[in-house]
């Protein structure tokens, strides 16, 4: 499985961005697409993360109202939707592949694939 992030940027406080992760290779409808984000000096962690049949989502609570998860099947892609950006927002954004859902908390331990990731800086 290849996973290509893009989409990332530079924006002011309060814009938003759109993320997009393309895939390739092996992939099934058990999968599930997450996204994550690691901000210097600080560990990785979940962002969002949507179940590749039936569309299942899950969002952090850092994120939960301002963040979605979506995806295009067709494309085989994945979308990450960002607004009302703040400036702890403000890391690299990764794009993961886990082979099947998994019902417990979320970390970048518990994935399989990921991609490069694609810097978004929010700063006015």
């Known amino acids: 499985v290849q996973l290509q992030a893009s989409g990332g940027g530079l924006v002011q406080p309060g814009d938003s961005l759109r993320l997009s992760c393309a895939v390739s290779?092996?992939?099934?409808?058990?999968?599930?697409m997450a996204w994550f984000r690691q901000a210097p000096g600080k560990e990785r962690e979940f962002v969002a993360a949507?179940?590749?049949?039936?569309?299942?989502?899950l969002h952090a609570d850092s994120v939960k109202g301002r963040f979605t998860v979506s995806k295009d099947t067709a494309k085989n892609t994945v979308f990450l939707r960002m607004n009302s950006l703040k400036p702890e927002d403000t890391a690299v954004y990764y794009c993961?592949?886990?082979?099947?859902?998994?019902?417990?908390?979320?970390?970048?331990?518990?994935?399989?694939?990921w991609g490069e990731g694609t810097q978004v800086t929010v700063s006015s």
């Open positions: 290779g092996r992939t099934s409808s058990s999968n599930a």
């Open positions: 993961a592949v886990r082979t099947r859902w998994y019902a417990g908390t979320w970390s970048a331990e518990i994935m399989d694939y």
């Open positions: 949507i179940k590749w049949s039936g569309g299942s989502t």
